[in-house]
């Protein structure tokens, strides 16, 4: 299999986010300018929350150039909560503990509307970094004064158990060995309470 980089693969997420009526788009990290210009030139409403002012000023000047529009922000408390129909968080949210990792989920699926798509990568235990440096608990390590948290195939399941998972995939990235979860889902229980319920009554 190729292996591809965040640009692509949003590529190839357009056309399902356009046919699920999505507008409202919140990328978290401004690592890849092109990701926020190909969402703008498709006409999204899309915010990037990125605590690099200086990579945010270098992205609002691409944009300009373009004339192309984004709301680039660098402040948590500005991004608005069940407000988006689809967020990203690529390559960020598990540089942290595994306690870290869990809250900042909940907190990433707090911006979701009810239903809201969202698509995010973990890294994985298969990752060729994986187990290099300084072990700070199970499955995480810090090398280079960075703390990095990796998942396997049971953690994914136990993370996203409240969580319709779409499509899942533990592949490489754009570098060989580059092994990453990547998760798209939507923010909806996939066994609401009364489905179990009902599923109960049934078994009796």
Known sequence: MPLIGLT?????LLTFLEIQGVRTVLQIGA????????FSSKGFDVTVFSLDSGRSAEISNKLDEKNLK??????????KISYYDFALAYNNIYKRTHQELRDRLTVFLAYLKEDGFFYLTLASTRNSNYGKGKEVEKNTYESGGKITHYCDAVEIVNLFR????ID???????????????VLGRNRDPYPPEEEEASTAEDE
Do not use: D, K, M
């Open 8 to 12: 692509q693969r949003i590529e190839n």
């Open 162 to 165: 409240h969580v319709e998972i």
């Open 168 to 182: 899942l995939r533990n592949e490489e990235q754009e570098e060989p060995g580059s092994f990453h979860w990547h």
């Open 31 to 38: 690592e890849s300018g092109e990701s926020v210009e190909i």
């Open 70 to 79: 984004a709301n680039l922000i660098n402040i948590p408390s500005q991004i």
